[in-house]
């Protein structure tokens, strides 16, 4: 028994019924609509080149029953496909080469297509006739919400797009119906594809820039601290010169006043020693908070290329030449990372250098202290004694 008309109408009620009860709320897509539709594009490709009776209504069947696998499952749908086209041609009395013709004409619609014959091409230009439709970025975004629901996985636009890209540059138009009335608008269609991936890949590349990048306020921060610090370490350098200036005046007072009594009263020497010793360790710890520590002054390029050098503290290049340091600089300020990384050593720097000025500065102050003390107790035990 072969296809006629009356069993392509049975054909097209008990498709639509299992399409309708039997696929997943997730088939946005691939609903019944679409497969009306590929029906409709098969006709109409089918009556252009000539198809005879017989073969249009295979063509028809093979249509109706191209998506029937998706009630069942997603991926290798067309084998199950396949499958529900048998049973229900068999239960018909089809004939054993007409529904193989057929089942070759549904594996054909298996990406990448495969057609083996007139029919089989036909079929798979109207199942993609969409990509040269002008409605194509509508049912693109359809069967990307279908592919999200189905994998349970979120598929952005840019790799969807990227993946829609492949698909049109390894398709071709079978029929030439197809490749009369849609290749302009497919090769239209794959301009504005491209186009949109330049775009999402600028806005990526834009945001992943900005995303490296640091805003005002960071600056503000970096800023501040380093005001903060230098304003320390002047406050630091201030009290440190005072300790100097003061011990200094004291020394020379103290020899000068103390120094012709000795011969008169021997008992003064010892506070005075006592008071001069810890007057110059005084002096000694001042003047080391207050000493710099300056490195070799010189660099390598690959020290630059592995972003080890802090380009903002002179005593890391003062040795340089200046075209070598004008490289380095522009290494720098070309990258943002590498820049901060830079700023950030800066401050760390600092602070590892206030806080062992602030350490001896607190040193030379608890001598002073106690020296003070510790003379004037000895002075006093002298004058007591006297």
Same mark, same amino acid.
């Given at each position: ?70 009630? +069942? =499952?997603? /991926? ?7 499958? !529900?086209? *048998? %049973?229900?041609?068999?239960? @018909? ?91 302009? +608008? =497919?090769? /239209? ?7 949109? !991936?330049? *775009? %999402?890949?600028?806005?990526? @590349? ?181």
């Amino acid at each position: 028994m072969k296809i006629n008309s009356e069993l392509l109408n049975e054909i097209e009620k008990h498709v639509s019924a299992l399409i309708i009860n039997e696929s997943s709320d997730k088939l946005i897509y691939h609903r019944v609509s679409h497969t009306k539709l590929v029906v409709q594009n098969a006709k109409t490709i089918g009556v252009s080149e000539n198809l005879n009776e017989s073969d249009l209504n295979i063509l028809l069947a093979s249509a109706w029953f191209h998506d029937t696998g998706y009630t +069942i =499952k997603y /991926n290798g749908h067309e084998e199950e496909s396949v499958a !529900i086209a *048998k %049973r229900f041609l068999n239960s @018909k009395g089809i004939d054993k080469d007409t529904i193989e013709h057929i089942s070759e004409c549904i594996m054909a619609t298996k990406s990448p297509q495969n057609p083996t014959d007139n029919i089989a091409e036909i079929l798979c230009d109207a199942d993609l006739m969409h990509l040269g439709k002008e409605n194509y970025s509508i049912l693109a975004e359809e069967l990307r919400q279908e592919l999200i629901k189905t994998s349970n996985l979120e598929l952005k636009k840019l790799k969807f797009e990227k993946d829609s890209l492949k698909l049109f540059k390894n398709h071709t138009f079978f029929t030439n119906y197809c490749k009369t009335n849609f290749t302009e +608008i =497919k090769n /239209n269609n794959l301009k504005v594809l491209e186009e949109s !991936i330049k *775009k %999402r890949q600028a806005k990526i @590349k834009a945001a992943l820039k900005k995303a490296n990048s640091y805003s005002r306020g960071v600056d503000s921060m970096f800023k501040l601290t380093a005001r903060n610090q230098i304003n320390l370490s002047s406050i630091a350098d201030n009290k440190s010169n005072i300790l100097i200036s003061l011990n200094g005046i004291i020394i020379s007072i103290g020899l000068v006043a103390l120094a012709s009594k000795f011969k008169e009263e021997p008992s003064l020497i010892l506070p005075t020693v006592i008071f001069i010793f810890f007057s110059l360790t005084t002096i000694v710890l001042a003047i080391l908070s207050t000493r710099p520590n300056i490195s070799s002054g010189k660099f390598s390029k690959e020290d630059i290329k592995q972003k080890k050098v802090n380009m903002l503290f002179f005593g890391n290049f003062y040795n340089m030449e200046l075209e070598d340091y004008e490289w380095a600089v522009k290494e720098m300020i070309n990258d943002d990372q590498y820049l901060y990384s830079a700023m950030t050593k800066d401050q760390y720097s600092l602070g590892k250098v206030l806080a062992q000025k602030y350490k001896l500065l607190r040193w030379a102050y608890n001598i002073f202290m106690i020296g003070i003390i510790s003379s004037v107790i000895a002075f006093l035990l002298v004058f007591i004694k006297i």
